[in-house]
């Protein structure tokens, strides 16, 4: 039987223009092994096992800590504390805002126990997390147009990821394993906020579907390196909307690279990862099939003792390491120590190539036709009416500084 798990439902409170957004459950740390919440404003928590608590004036502080083999939550403020512990509760916590490790949370956040830890999550609006996301996917200083389409791409993707998540207490995550989110939401400088907002407002509620009119799970990466992959090619996915197309916008800009391994050090994370035998070596790495785009589909690795082992050429990424292998646009060589893959492009290639949008934005094409061009099949739709851009620009500043 699994533990009981508690949650601590920590809200904070957002003027009403806020809501008017679709929400989003984001992870934003996860396995804690302690967390603290400061607030230079009132907090009010309630909760169904005790009265409810107000702490009114001055700098409060929550802290949740591992105590006797419990979660151990202390509310400080104004020279007094309150100590109880999160088995079997749900508590409520509202302020103006919240600091944790010098960021301002400026949405309700969760805090979740679990056995291995505390999961952290935030609550925000679609529009509140595509800040956080656009000028972290996309340089702010790219044509507007290129950035448009990275608006739509990211919260189709975000759409897609709320409408199949199936975990219980997040939609997405906040790195490359979904999309990279971070709380500086306007990038280094607050300066590029109002090309963020232009972008995200011009954009409003615009999302990629296909024909049936579903969302599309639009995946999109840095280079593609002269042409685009399916995603049924890539990872078996049948989804035709990620057909493979070439790419002369990114071919301009063929980013080669290279990666040297030796044996040895090749050979302990291929056996970690599958479980090999002892005394197995690696004998030959073999490219197997190549797809449309030339990218390498499958691998034949060779083993002493005639193992052998037929894996994608996707899975050879993720087990060397994305940036290490940076695309499956390669070819393996032998070297006196062991093997280097020599190769180009920047991603796994499906969906939106983004050096290939900057490239037709700067060619005077429009969002509308980058989008067309790597999303084949699909339509640009709209949940809402295209907004007043001054009008939610003068909102978005209101609310989110």
């Given at each position: ?51 409810n ?16 083999n ?24 509202r ?17 979740v ?41 990211s ?38 906020l109002?090309?963020?907002?232009e ?24 280079d ?20 493979s ?62 193992i052998?082992k ?17 695309s ?43 989008l ?9 739709k ?20």
């Amino acid at each position: 039987m699994m533990p009981a798990l508690s949650t601590i439902f920590i809200s904070l409170l957002l003027s009403p223009y806020a809501w008017c957004d679709q929400t989003i459950r984001v992870l934003l740390d996860e396995k804690i092994k302690s967390i603290e919440l400061y607030s230079q404003y009132p907090i009010q928590i309630q909760s169904p096992h005790k009265e409810n608590i107000s702490l009114n004036n001055g700098k409060s502080t929550l802290k949740i800590h591992r105590h006797q083999n419990q979660w151990q939550v202390t509310i400080a403020a104004h020279g007094k504390q309150e100590h109880f512990y999160l088995t079997g509760q749900k508590l409520r916590l509202r302020s103006t805002n919240f600091k944790w490790q010098k960021n301002r949370i400026d949405f309700p956040v969760e805090i979740v126990e679990t056995p291995s830890g505390l999961l952290f999550l935030g609550v925000m609006t679609l529009n509140r997390y595509l800040q956080g996301v656009v000028p972290h996917e996309m340089p702010v200083s790219w044509p507007l147009e290129a950035l448009k389409a990275q608006s739509i791409a990211s919260r189709t993707y975000a759409l897609w990821k709320i409408k199949t998540s199936h975990h219980m207490y997040y939609d997405i995550r906040p790195s490359v394993l979904d999309q990279v989110f971070r709380l500086d939401r306007y990038g280094a400088s607050a300066s590029v906020l109002p090309k963020v907002i232009e972008a995200l407002s011009t954009t409003e509620g615009m999302y990629l579907g296909n024909t049936q009119n579903d969302i599309i799970k639009a995946y999109f990466h840095s280079d593609c390196g002269g042409g685009t992959e399916s995603a049924t090619a890539i990872w078996g996915e049948g989804r035709r909307e990620t057909a493979s197309v070439q790419d002369r916008a990114c071919g301009k800009r063929r980013s080669n690279w290279k990666s040297a391994w030796s044996q040895t050090y090749l050979q302990r994370k291929i056996n970690t990862a599958y479980f090999l035998p002892a005394g197995v070596e690696l004998q030959d790495i073999i490219v197997r099939n190549q797809l449309q785009s030339q990218r390498v589909e499958f691998v034949d690795l060779l083993f002493s003792k005639g193992i052998f082992k037929r894996i994608r050429g996707e899975d050879l990424r993720r087990l060397l390491g994305y940036d290490k292998v940076k695309s499956t646009l390669f070819q393996i060589t032998r070297s006196a120590t062991g093997w280097v893959f020599s190769g180009r492009g920047f991603g796994h290639g499906v969906g939106m190539c983004q050096w290939g949008a900057r490239e037709m934005a700067n060619s005077g094409k429009s969002f509308r036709i980058i989008l067309a061009h790597y999303y084949p099949g699909t339509e640009v739709k709209s949940s809402q009416p295209k907004p007043d851009v001054a009008k939610t620009n003068a909102i978005s500043a209101a609310t989110t500084l």
